[in-house]
């Protein structure tokens, strides 16, 4: 029974070490994984279509491997297991790289450096709050999207207060917007964003943490891997990333 | 005997499961264990939305199910537009319609939320259980306890109640797991119950699949208590 | 002295005139029993004694008070002082036999339950079932639940009491202890009036039997009087068809 149970195991990874890359192109659809929203990185617009810098990348990168872009739209605090499951092919969504993700998932070179900054509410903060006062201030209320690294950095620097965790980040800035957190500790992309669209709305723009963003893809597939990180290293030195960067409003590295 | 072997048999079956599994999934218990502390944290808020949640909803039930026996009217439509909208409504459209919506208006935290948006949808399901159980009553007891002079609210508490309460028990039991259960969608907003527990401990391990298997054998060990005590109590109260 | 005057008393339910134009009297230890074809009213018109029912027509007075279904206090004083026994038994079965028969003194009278259930094992004596105090009426047959529910209406020592077929659910060898209990308490001098088939029990203990057909009273006459030469062409037809049964 051990036996078969492993032949047959043997057998199915076999199959699914070919490469992804003859898959997608033999399927004609490259799936790419996100969550609801990460706006200026994806988003959705009142016609329902996909938007954003990662969308338009994304894009490309289905026009060079000559198939169609299909995105899947997951909660982020399942997208790692939705990828494994083979969901879809990667997770392009504004992910951060961390040693610990990449123990279940193997990552891109970086395509953006951002850092985690302070998202608040200009009625209860009329002057940008430092993270040197925020730290020991007595009942802090710190909404973070669950599963992300800005609700660990949260946890890590700011041990006495009480983090809310929402499943997505525009709910976790809602909370910002309507007192119900008084601050939320997310990318310094989506704080810049959300400050311009919202007037209560405001970011610090002290950065707490630096973080390269890159694609997640499953583990084992190097020619996959390889040939993402030449589109990337290609997005950069082409200028394409910067094109985008400005299209967008993107301030990052 | 054959309650033995089909125990062995299951035990037997999950552990083949498991063992299949682990092949392809490394099972990494260590990683999660240690956050028992938020574990138990989140049952303890649980258990303390449903019980809060459980009395609140019976007595809107009983409120709501003397209202629909009532002789007047408008009582009895206000009851049923009650049952209706609320047996209509998913309990997740009311837990994020009472704390985006009202809770907004009246600054509701979390907790309370949870705890009205509840205690509003399971009440609609104890109106029925509770209005079932009182027209289960026999109707020449009550016209005995006419007869004898009693108030129509003597009725009500001397005949009607008890026997509405033994009949009623076993779907009120159900309706307490139920109620347990569907505390886990409090999640959504955040309430930091045993799911929302669950929901973290995974994405910070990245161990999602150990995570969520403790947060359901908790939520089945608590809910099995909680069964098996309902039909200690049937038992005691049942009229030889 | 009239316990109890019914005037002009009419009854439909839908469609269906139950009772046409009724009038009676009980005087007090009077023992009425009426009898009659199934459907001609008689359980209604016990019901509308106690306001169980309300007539759509018609005045019931009891003890000189006129009762209006809408002075609930005053209805609800006079069911208190009339005892009602019904068919079905209608025990309350969550309650033992001696809570049952307590548990009238205890909220109408405003008695506490020790008291109550002093008087109420009396009572029990009195219909010979003190051994099951403590029974449930699940735990009791037919007749001795009966006999518990007379012993439940006895406690509330009533001016009246009400009998809507007490006999007719039960098994024929059951039917004797709760006749026997019946005959008692006509022998003690109460006033009660009687719904039955148990045309025996009719012709022994009755003062007057009242004979009704089709929502209306027919023929008033003493038992002996009655059965013996019934003067209306409906009461002999009835009379000569259970005749050869009650022999």
């Known amino acids: 029974m051990k036996r078969f149970l492993a032949i047959a195991i043997l057998i199915v990874s076999v199959f699914t070490f070919a490469s992804l890359l003859e898959d997608i192109q033999a399927r004609g659809v490259l799936r790419i994984g996100q969550d609801q929203g990460y706006m200026p990185l994806y988003g959705t617009n009142e016609k329902g279509e996909r938007i954003g810098f990662e969308v338009d990348l994304a894009k490309k990168m289905a026009e060079i491997l000559g198939v169609k872009v299909e995105f899947v739209i997951v909660n982020w605090d399942g997208i790692i297991p939705a990828l494994i499951s083979g969901k879809f092919d990667i997770i392009f969504s504004g992910m951060t790289i961390t040693p610990e993700r990449a123990l279940k998932v193997n990552f891109t070179i970086p395509y953006l450096t951002i850092g985690q900054t302070v998202l608040y509410n200009v009625k209860k903060f009329p002057s940008p709050p430092k993270y040197s006062d925020l730290k020991n201030m007595d009942k802090l209320t710190i909404s973070v999207q669950l599963g992300t690294t800005g609700e660990f950095a949260a946890r890590r620097l700011f041990p006495n207060a009480k983090i809310i ?57 190097l020619e996959f891997l390889q040939w993402l990180n030449t589109f990337i290293r290609w997005a950069k030195t082409s200028g394409l990333i910067e094109e985008l960067k400005e299209k967008w409003g993107v301030e990052a590295e | 005997m054959s309650k033995i072997l089909a125990a062995a048999g299951v035990v037997a079956l999950v552990a083949a499961m498991y063992a299949a599994i682990s092949k392809v999934y490394p099972f990494n218990w260590n990683l999660v264990v240690r956050y028992y502390i938020l574990f138990m944290k989140g049952l303890l808020i649980t258990l303390k939305v449903s019980a809060v949640s459980l009395v609140i909803s019976f007595f809107l039930g009983l409120i709501f199910a003397l209202f629909r026996r009532s002789h007047f009217e408008f009582l009895q439509d206000l009851g049923s537009i009650y049952v209706w909208f609320f047996r209509n409504t998913p309990l997740l459209v009311i837990i994020l319609l009472t704390y985006y919506g009202i809770g907004t208006v009246f600054q509701m935290n979390r907790f309370w939320a949870s705890v009205i948006a509840l205690s509003l949808f399971e009440g609609a399901y104890m109106t029925e259980i509770l209005r079932s159980g009182m027209e289960a009553v ?9 007869s004898l002079g009693m108030s129509e609210f003597q009725i009500f508490t001397t005949v009607i109640f008890p026997q509405a309460i ?40 990245l161990a999602s699949f150990e995570s969520y298997l403790i947060v359901a054998v908790l939520y089945v060990t608590i809910t099995s208590i909680i069964s098996f005590s309902g039909r200690i109590i049937e038992r005691r109260l049942s009229l030889p | 002295m009239n316990v109890l005057e019914l005037e002009g008393i009419r009854k439909s339910f839908g469609d269906l005139e139950v009772l046409k134009g009724i009038d009676l009297k009980v005087r007090k230890g009077e023992i009425l029993v009426i009898i009659g074809p199934s459907g001609a009213g008689k359980s209604t018109l016990l019901r509308i004694m106690n306001m169980l029912e309300t007539p759509d027509e018609g ?46 003194l205890v909220k109408v009278r405003g008695m506490g339950w020790k008291d109550a259930e002093r008087i109420a094992m009396e009572y029990l004596k009195k219909v010979g079932l003190e051994d099951k105090a403590y029974n449930y009426p699940s735990q009791l047959s037919g007749g001795q639940k009966q006999r518990v529910a007379i012993a439940r ?33 006509a022998n003690e001098g109460r006033t009660m009036v009687v719904v039955t088939h148990e045309m025996g029990f009719a012709k022994s203990v009755a003062h007057r039997i009242v004979y009704m057909e089709d ?33």
């Open chain 3, 59 to 104: 005045i019931v007075t009891f003890l000189g008070r006129r009762l209006d279904p809408n002075r609930k206090r005053l209805v609800r004083w006079a069911r208190s002082r009339m005892g009602f026994v019904f068919q079905h038994f209608n025990l309350f079965t969550h309650m033992t036999a001696l809570r049952n028969v307590a548990v009238g």
């Open chain 3, 215 to 247: 929502g209306e009273i027919i023929e008033e006459a003493h038992p002996d009087e009655f059965f013996a030469s019934p003067k209306s062409e409906e009461a002999r037809r009835f009379v000569g068809s259970i005749i050869d049964r009650m022999l």
């Open chain 3, 153 to 185: 209406a006895l406690a509330m020592e009533p001016e009246l009491i009400l009998f809507d077929e007490p006999t007719s659910a039960l098994d024929p060898s059951l039917v004797g202890e709760v006749l026997d209990v019946m005959k008692s308490l």
């Open chain 2, 138 to 146: 026999d109707k020449g007891e009550i016209e005995a306890a006419r």
């Open chain 2, 166 to 205: 033994r009949i009623s028990l076993p779907p009120l039991i159900g309706q307490m797991v139920s109620l347990i259960k569907d505390s886990s969608l409090a999640s959504v907003i955040a309430l930091e119950e045993l799911t929302m527990m669950g929901r973290q401990v995974g994405t910070r391990t």
């Open chain 1, 165 to 221: 965790t929402l499943e997505t980040m525009d709910e976790a800035a809602f909370q910002v917007a309507t007192g119900r957190a008084d601050i939320m500790v997310v990318d310094s992309i989506y704080a810049q964003y959300m400050a311009k669209k919202y007037p209560q709305l405001a970011s610090t723009g002290e950065l707490l943490t630096k973080e390269d963003l890159g694609i997640a893809v499953k583990k084992g597939d």
